[in-house]
């Protein structure tokens, strides 16, 4: 059997914003000394007058990109997670969400599986942070097709967007000739009529072998992946409420503010449904190789089904 191609969704990034490059002249790469971990060094390389190295001043560079987009241009502005939705959070909320500026925000290095960098870089708040900003849209894609998907999608819409990509190459799930994104409409991956994962990011594929695995126990499990948590797609979640009766929400990213949050505000309110969040508890990160950190704390596909076996008993 062959083995899985595995693509960080970072490099995505890169390389769709170097083929965006050659179809959109207004289309501008910002960065923040970071663009070899970033990958807009694709960019840069290919289109040296487009890009902008801001230096270590990431929250500059949101006013940067806020002044390039009130031009007319449509700029990328990319640093580390922590970073982006972090250090530079003011002016992400008041010079580019306020305004309602179509900036484009490209967050990598998002979660614990950023690995031996340790916790002072392993951002799990970003979602929770961005889903606050009112008119933010943010999209967590799950492998390298959605990824080149979703900066693509990004650009064309127009508005403020989040993208949060990760540092670790991930298993490509989407690579069939029937994938279509869009923002805001989620995707059935598997079905199942006794319990349904809505899983997003790297845990979308760590969902669907935890189903496989609950399906050996005689569990039917629906996986869906939920690219975009905001705006999220409100009726998927409630078909799949309505008909599997119990939700499981898996994200690498705090289980408060993100997607299991998201998901519980959507069924309390029209079809309230037991609702178990797996993500990192209220705890910090630590430095540890990426793929023993996402063993650790439960979020590749054994850890999905044990946490889920003991929830369901």
């Known amino acids: 059997m062959s083995e899985v191609k595995k693509i960080a969704t970072r490099e995505s990034y890169g390389k769709a914003l170097a083929e965006l490059g050659r179809k959109y002249d207004d289309l501008v790469v910002l ?106 849209t943010v999209i967590n894609p799950s492998d390298d097709v959605e990824a080149r998907a979703a900066v693509e999608a990004a650009y064309e819409m127009e508005g403020p967007v989040y993208l949060r990509f990760g540092r670790l190459a991930v298993p490509v799930i989407n690579d069939r000739p029937d994938y279509r994104f869009e923002i805001g409409k989620g995707v059935t991956l598997r079905e199942g009529k006794d319990l349904t994962i809505v899983a997003t990011g790297l845990c979308v594929s760590e969902s669907l072998g935890a189903a496989e695995m609950l399906e050996k126990d005689g569990i039917s499990t629906r996986v869906i992946n939920i690219h975009t948590i905001k705006p999220l797609d409100e009726e998927l979640i409630l078909k799949a409420a309505e008909e599997t009766g119990r939700i499981i929400t898996a994200e690498e990213h705090s289980v408060i503010g993100g997607l299991g949050s998201a998901v519980c505000d959507c069924v309390s309110r029209r079809h309230p449904v037991p609702v178990y969040k797996i993500g990192m508890e209220d705890a910090f990160g630590e430095s540890g190789p990426a793929a023993e950190l996402i063993r650790k704390y439960g979020l590749d596909a054994e850890g999905i089904y044990r946490k889920i076996k003991a929830e369901i008993g």
Request: glycine share 12%; aromatic share 6%; with cysteine.
């Open 31 to 136: 960065d923040a000394d970071l663009a070899a971990a970033t990958k807009t060094g694709i960019f840069k390389k290919e289109f040296p007058d487009r890009h902008i190295d801001c230096g270590i001043a990431e929250s500059n560079m949101m006013g940067i990109a806020a002044g390039l987009a009130a031009t007319g241009m449509v700029p990328f502005a990319s640093s580390f997670a922590m970073f982006a939705a972090g250090r530079a959070f003011e002016q992400v909320r008041n010079s580019i969400g306020y305004p309602h500026l179509n900036v484009k925000i490209g967050a990598t290095h998002a979660g614990i599986s950023v690995g031996e960098d340790g916790a002072t870089h392993q951002c799990n708040e970003d979602i929770a942070l961005m889903r606050t900003i009112p008119g933010m």
